[in-house]
């Protein structure tokens, strides 16, 4: 979703490539290491600690604590001082690039005329608040089945139509008159393409229930059907949105053909 608002500055598709190779692969991966490390880590260390210790902030509290003597006062403020600091940019700087700068770019070209670039970042740090991420992040079940998963359910049938519309409708050629004018397109109609809609409401559907039924997490009860089917809801969106959305396309083209033959 958000390395196209990126990668439209490249010069070329050479530093878009070599940009993304060197700067998400290799960092995701050193950060992914430091995260496994330091919670097991302090797992070992910290025995007659219980809480979320994956939780930087949590972990950082129970150290700087001083009802635990890991570190003189002195060197607990200190610590206390670097490592917020460090949350303070980390914090700042993934969500500007990884959830600021997208939805900014979808407001200020909903309504180009009202809405600048700052302004859809301020409507975007309004709607964090107003979704409650505290609330997801409050334990390890609820962020990962309530939210993750439910994110990608969302996700999986838009990545599905994106991979099958260019893949195999357009063979990789995408025409810029297709893409702007409504008058030349093959898929057009009035600047929607509604069976890109309908296939990703086809790519949901089958994934709902299960997100339904993960909102209930306090709730004993048996898992059914829709509970596995919810467990791989990036991979159904993905291949059930992408083969509706291209059986859709062939059917609307033939029926499209036939209409012409018949005038």
Same mark, same amino acid.
């Given at each position: 979703m958000n390395i196209p608002d990126f990668t439209r500055f490249g010069r070329s598709q050479r530093d878009q490539? +070599?940009?993304?190779?060197l700067g998400l692969p290799l960092t995701m991966l050193v950060f992914s290491t430091m995260a496994v490390v330091i919670t097991s880590t302090a797992q070992d260390v910290l025995i007659n600690v219980s809480g979320n210790l994956w939780d930087p902030v949590y972990l950082l509290s129970i150290i700087t604590s001083p009802s635990h003597q890991f570190f003189s006062t002195s060197v607990r403020i200190i610590?206390?001082?670097? *490592?917020?600091?460090?949350?303070? #940019?980390?914090?700042?700087s993934v969500n500007i690039a990884a959830n600021v700068v997208s939805p900014a770019n979808d407001f200020a070209n909903l309504l180009p005329r009202y809405i600048s670039f700052k302004t859809g970042g301020l409507?975007?740090?309004l709607l964090a608040v107003v979704i409650m991420p505290w609330k997801l992040l409050s334990s390890s079940e609820e962020y990962v089945f309530t939210w993750l998963i439910g994110y990608s359910a969302l996700l999986g049938p838009i990545a599905g139509i994106i991979i099958a519309d260019y893949y195999i409708i357009k063979s990789r050629q995408l025409s810029i008159?297709?893409?702007y004018a409504d008058?030349?397109?093959?898929?057009?109609?009035?600047? +929607?393409?509604w069976i890109s809609i309908v296939s990703l409401l086809i790519g949901i559907a089958p994934n709902m229930p299960g997100f339904i039924? *993960?909102?209930?997490?306090?709730? #004993?009860?048996?898992?059914?059907?829709?509970?596995? +089917?919810?467990?791989?809801?990036w991979f159904i969106g993905v291949f059930l949105s992408g083969f509706v959305y291209v059986l859709f396309v062939f059917l609307f083209k033939r029926m499209k053909s036939f209409l012409k033959s018949q005038e």
């Open positions: 490539i +070599i940009g993304q190779s610590i206390s001082i670097v *490592s917020l600091l460090g949350i303070l #940019i980390a914090t700042v409507i975007t740090c008159v297709d893409l008058d030349h397109s093959i898929l057009s109609f009035q600047s +929607i393409n039924q *993960s909102l209930q997490l306090n709730q #004993i009860r048996e898992k059914n059907l829709f509970d596995h +089917i919810y467990v791989y809801a």
